[in-house]
């Protein structure tokens, strides 16, 4: 079997401005602590099975979209909702190294952070529960307050 391109290929175009001067990415979304277990098997219903690894990895689909932004270089802003907790320290102190802006998100004193429980078995199939925690608590006025202050080219949600 053989290929060809599909179109010519081109040079993608590039941005004129310096990285400092671009207008920010908004990303609108949720942050989660995964608890990830490694087992061989999934348990049956009342069962306890002994697990073969556990880790933790910052998560949520609104944070990695904003990670994944800022480790490209980009200016990106995240706005979001943590618990006042260790996850939601750890949580921050990662966006941030990943050059994420988070002086837009909202510390809720009453939530916990949002976390994930994820099975992963040998054959790499999962099952996830997620607890929202403080991510529920991401309001209108929130987006509105945070992105009206610093305008931006493009939000991008995921809640």
């Keep these: 079997m053989s290929y060809r391109p599909c ?16 207008s920010p990415i908004w990303v609108i979304g949720s942050a989660n602590m995964d608890l ?13 099975l002994l697990g073969t690894d556990f880790s933790e990895h910052p998560g949520g689909k609104g944070a990695n979209q904003a990670v994944a932004i800022g480790k490209l270089g980009h200016k990106v802003n ?22 994420v802006e988070t002086s837009t998100m909202a510390i809720h004193e009453s939530l916990p952070s949002g976390t994930a429980m994820i099975l992963v078995d ?3 199939q999962n099952q996830i529960v997620v607890v929202p925690g403080a991510n529920g608590a991401v309001t ?20």
């Design 122 to 124: 040998d054959y790499g």
């Design 140 to 159: 209108k006025q929130l987006v509105d307050d945070a992105v009206s202050a610093d305008g931006g080219s493009f939000i991008v949600a995921q809640l």
């Design 78 to 99: 995240f706005v979001g909702c943590v618990g006042d907790d260790g996850f939601g320290t750890s949580l921050i102190q990662q966006m941030k190294s990943s050059g």
């Design 7 to 22: 179109a010519p290929y081109r040079t993608p175009q590039t941005h004129s401005l310096p990285m400092s001067q671009e």
């Design 36 to 48: 990830v277990f490694r087992c061989n098997r999934f348990p049956n219903p009342g069962e306890t």
